[in-house]
Nanobody, 123 residues
Framework: VQLQASGGGLVQAGGSLRLSCAAS????????MGWFRQAPGKEREFVSG????????YYQDSVKGRFTISRDNAKNTMYLQMDSLKPEDTADYYC?????????????????WGQGTLVTVSS
């Protein structure tokens, strides 16, 4: 079972990036999924989560209105559209899948993790 995050890169403040998280080895169409990020010297934090069917989405306050999470269960892939990026969004971004169909409240409910993809926003 593997989650592969991609799409990170270097972008100027105000720019956009789209992250993808492709799953292989099993389907996650019945599982909630989420995006997390970790900046140097800081703890990993929740960014956004999505229910198994995409009917509900959740965001950290600092990204509301700028980031959009989505998923395509037919492609076993989740996305994070990031617009109006700020230097404080710079971090390694990780995707994860939960056991539950709705996003759990903390990191520990996520049992499958992808490797990070680095997002760097220059000022």
């Amino acid at each position: 079972v593997q989650l592969q995050a991609s799409g990170g890169g270097l972008v100027q403040a105000g720019g956009s990036l789209r992250l993808s998280c492709a799953a292989s080895g099993r389907t996650f169409s019945n599982n909630a999924m989420g995006w997390f990020r970790q900046a140097p010297g800081k703890e990993r934090e929740f960014v956004s989560g999505i229910t198994w069917n995409g009917s509900r989405t959740y965001y950290q306050d600092s990204v509301k209105g700028r980031f959009t999470i989505s998923r395509d269960n037919a492609k076993n892939t989740m996305y994070l559209q990031m617009d109006s990026l700020k230097p404080e969004d710079t971090a390694d971004y990780y995707c994860a899948a939960a056991r539950s169909s709705v996003p759990p409240s903390g990191l520990y409910g996520y049992v499958y993790w992808g490797q990070g993809t680095l997002v760097t926003v220059s000022s």
